[in-house]
């Protein structure tokens, strides 16, 4: 085909498409006004007719998802991978009900036809800023149990393949894993871990039993981080930690930016008069994993009366801060440090011994 030929057949093609389109635009433009229309009517019956009638329909579901979380909650002892699977999806759907109903008050707002441009404005403004953290907190709780949900639902099925044995030494009891019928990545994927949990509920000897450990210690992370970071008066931060089950003494001092380990707070003991500085961490628990040996092991953190931590160390579990003991700044401590003793050091050892007090 020569060029002048190609030149009138694009010109041919070109015509043909104005023709068509001059037919068509019109009837597009017909149907798409009645679309607009259309979905202009269902936007006000949803944000503006209907909005009684969907907040109460929000409510039965949240109450409902409760219920559900609870049947879960509850039977997850018996049935580990059923009951979680149960109660982890109900919190799934909690989450993005809570960020529904953020996103929902925002345009019921936007849409209200009793306020008036101005006041709506400031309105809508007052309600971002009021929102804005709460809604990056459950948009990122609802990442977060999202990627745990899907790999319960993709490794549920090694946990029957798996189990444990429980070994005490000393103030410590270690949770072994046996991985020769199924080998996962690591410690820290799903079946190890709700291995771990029914053995902690099923453990006479262990903490202040929970169905699902892992979940109240995911809870418990949010209420230390708070008390943490934004709790600043002693007596305040005391009674917001006992909320975690933390035996804490009168007069016990615990600064700013320390942390009990959230797993299982309730092995931990303040006597009374003692204290642990400005960025400590109390851990009461830790887990090993070496390929074919998975370990999980935790044990009791005592600080006896008098006792006192220095900044930024930290308390490995199973450790007792005798009576009057001082443990150094930055300190790392794996044993027990004897009464009116001073230890320092990583790992801590005493350096000297005091004098015990009259008063």
């Known amino acids: 085909m020569s060029r002048c030929s190609k030149c009138c057949l694009t010109l041919v093609l070109i015509a043909a498409g104005v023709v068509i389109a001059s037919l068509f635009i019109p009837l597009l433009g017909y149907y798409v006004s009645e679309i607009l229309e259309i979905a202009w009517f269902w936007v006000w019956l949803f944000f503006v007719e209907y909005v009684p009638l969907v907040f109460l329909v929000w409510g039965v579901v949240f109450a409902l998802d409760g219920f559900v979380f ?119 994927r799903i079946a190890p871990t709700l291995v771990f949990e029914q053995a902690l509920w099923e453990n006479e000897s262990a903490p202040v039993r929970s169905p699902a450990r892992f979940f109240k210690g995911a809870v418990l992370t949010l209420l230390t981080e708070f008390v943490t970071h934004l709790t600043a008066w002693p007596r305040a931060r005391r009674a917001l930690f006992r909320l975690t089950g933390a035996k804490i003494g009168k007069d016990c001092h615990i600064a700013l930016w320390s942390r009990l380990d959230p797993m299982l707070p309730d092995l931990v003991e303040f006597e009374d008069d003692s204290g642990v500085g400005i960025g ?44 009057g003991a001082i443990v150094g700044v930055g300190a790392v401590v794996t044993e027990d440090v004897p009464p009116w003793t001073i230890a320092a050091g990583v790992p801590a050892k005493v350096i000297k011994k005091r004098t015990p007090s009259t008063s």
């Open 280 to 323: 400590c961490t109390l851990l009461t628990h830790s887990i090993i994993d070496t390929g074919n040996r998975m370990t999980f092991y935790y044990g009791p953190i005592k600080l006896c009366r008098w006792s006192r931590v220095g900044a930024n160390s930290t308390i490995m579990p199973g450790v007792t801060i005798g009576e």
């Open 70 to 188: 609870g049947i879960g909650y509850s039977i997850a002892p018996r049935r580990r991978i059923a009951g979680t699977v149960i109660y982890g999806g109900a919190m799934l759907l909690w989450a993005g009900m809570l960020l529904f109903l953020i996103a929902y008050g925002a345009f019921v707002l936007f849409f209200s036809s009793l306020l008036d441009l101005t006041i709506k404005s400031v309105m809508l403004l007052g309600y971002i800023i009021g929102v804005l953290l709460p809604s990056i907190l459950i948009l990122e709780g609802f990442y977060d149990f999202s990627c745990w949900y899907r790999d319960l639902l993709r490794e549920r099925h090694q946990y029957s393949l798996l189990s444990y044995s429980v070994e005490r030494k000393d103030s410590l009891t270690y949770i072994h894993i046996d991985t020769s019928r199924c080998q996962p990545d690591c410690v820290l």
